[in-house]
């Protein structure tokens, strides 16, 4: 449902990228969101480490602050460590930069085939000014897993301090689970730099404010050593002043793996939100984000704004720019500041790009009768989802069907298009059984600040198919972008 989980791709490549990475530090599936949405608390020392077991070395005792903490190198290594008493304990670790160095930081204790399992902790991490006194940028939970992932432009040289904890311990019981199921109490932390020269590192490189001197967005395909089934990319950038513009350009590639039922997108995916809850970016705001052909540089294909920060789900969610794009074409993706932001001294982004084949595409006409889809069980095999990507024109709306299985009584839907950077305004969708009549609660409308999420409506009973319209108030005239991207998962009651 969230395209910001092919960021995991990327991360995973990262360690080949690394300058002097003997390891690779990185876990499953980060994503471009950071931080809980409480405010995180003083540097305080903890109950210390009572030693790694069976994390392949043992622990350093007594970490218990800024002042004494223990080293960390950029190596990439997975340094083992335990948070003991969970309900209490921060280690800290110190680690010496460079001005300029863009930088991974990471804890990871969850398994990827386990990343929500309440038995491990959930762990935060939080950078700290060398005294321990200041703090700069924090991560809770990454897309797709509990584990927590930084990504850093190191502006001056010094000694940083970087605090590993559990989530209730930083932002207490009201935000986070319970710790009592907590079983295992072992976590990795690592860090390492990552080289601006990589195969899929792009650096924004001045002067690139217009389309003539843009930067070009470098990318490998993925996956390593199989059939190419799209590109990726990981890039990082810094505006000099508030009026600044970073112009990238990049080429959608041909062999891009895209089947008969699908089409290929282009999706743009940025770190975290500024500031020291975040990012660390000294920005009051997020980037505008917009697509053009590079043959009509003029012509918004998309556009979003990484200030949107979305609360659905509890945690604040950056928007996603995922557009349908051409094989062998050539395209702008133009990066600024909103008006009205204070910037700061050390104003930076990080973005990820990927390439790939969407879910199945809509077929018309589908006004009236609807269009079959198919279903497949969950991973966790507690329902079944579909997804489709469709566009909507003006007077136009869409209509799907899905049978239901036995067992499924409730029916949710999560849909993007205006989050996605389509022109689509006043997205809207609704359940309806096979005899048209609406599911209860089963209709829901999308914002610039919030998906359309619609949670757990009640299926008819007896109906064996569930269908969902979806049509929107108006089109941007700014953005002509008419897309948009939905899933429908049924579940047991």
């Known amino acids: ?30 994503g ?14 903890g109950a210390g480490g009572t030693g790694a077991q069976g994390g392949g070395g043992p622990d350093t005792d ?37 001005k300029g160095q863009a930088i991974f930081l990471g804890a990871t204790s969850k398994p990827d085939d386990d990343p929500y399992g309440d038995s491990y902790p959930d762990t935060v991490i939080t950078l700290w000014s060398a005294d321990g006194k200041t703090q700069i940028a ?3 939970d990454m897309s797709g897993s509990n584990n927590s992932e930084l990504l850093y432009l190191v502006p001056e040289d010094g000694t940083y301090c970087l605090e590993v904890s559990e989530c209730g311990v930083v932002f207490g019981p009201d935000f986070c689970a319970p710790p009592e199921g907590i079983t295992n109490l072992d976590y990795d932390v690592s860090s390492f730099e990552l080289d601006p020269t990589g195969s899929l590192i792009t650096v924004d490189k001045e002067p690139n404010e217009t389309p003539a001197n843009a930067t070009l967005v470098k990318k490998v395909s993925f996956p390593e050593g199989g059939p190419v089934e799209g590109y990726q990319s990981i890039g990082w950038g810094a505006f000099s002043a508030v009026t600044d513009k970073d112009v990238y350009t990049f080429k959608v590639e041909n062999d891009v793996a895209v089947d008969m039922n699908s089409r290929a997108l282009c999706i743009f995916d940025f770190w975290a939100p500024a500031g020291p809850e975040g990012s660390g970016s000294t920005a009051t705001n997020g980037v505008l984000v917009r697509v053009a052909a590079a043959s009509a540089p003029d012509v918004t294909l998309a556009q979003t704004d990484m200030s949107n920060l979305d609360l659905t789900f509890g945690y604040p969610e950056l928007p996603s720019l995922t557009m ?52 497949t069980p969950t991973d966790d095999g507690t329902g079944h989802v579909t997804a489709i990507t469709g566009n909507i024109t003006a007077g136009d709306n869409d209509v799907f069907t899905v049978p239901v299985p036995a067992g499924m009584g409730l029916a949710s839907a999560y849909c993007t298009a205006e989050r996605s950077g389509s022109g ?70």
């Open 1 to 30: 449902m969230r395209s910001s989980h092919l960021f995991g791709l990327l991360l995973s490549t990262l360690s080949l990228v690394a300058v002097g990475s003997t390891g690779t530090g990185c876990s499953d599936d980060p």
């Open 32 to 45: 471009g969101t950071a931080g809980s949405g409480a405010g995180g608390s003083g540097a305080q020392g």
């Open 62 to 98: 007594g970490n218990n602050g800024c002042d004494t903490a223990e080293v960390l190198d950029l190596s990439g290594m997975d340094v083992p460590s335990k948070l003991d008493p969970v309900t209490s304990d921060r280690d800290y670790y110190k680690v010496d930069l460079k």
């Open 138 to 140: 924090q991560n809770d």
């Open 324 to 375: 349908p794009c051409d094989k062998g074409k050539d395209y702008l993706v133009t990066l600024s500041r909103p008006d009205g932001i204070t910037a700061g001294s050390n104003d930076f982004y990080f973005f990820s790009h990927v390439q790939a084949g969407s879910n199945t595409v809509e077929k018309e006409p589908n006004d009236n009768s609807a269009q079959g889809l198919e279903l």
């Open 424 to 493: 689509l305004r006043g997205l809207q969708v609704s359940l309806l059984d096979g005899n048209d009549q609406f599911l209860k609660n089963g209709s829901g409308a999308e914002g610039s600040d919030h998906v359309l999420w619609i949670d757990g409506a009640l299926i008819t009973a007896g109906a064996t198919n569930v269908k969902m319209r979806v049509l929107a108030d108006s089109q941007d005239p700014a953005v002509t972008g008419t897309y948009y991207y939905c899933s429908l998962i049924l579940s047991p009651q």
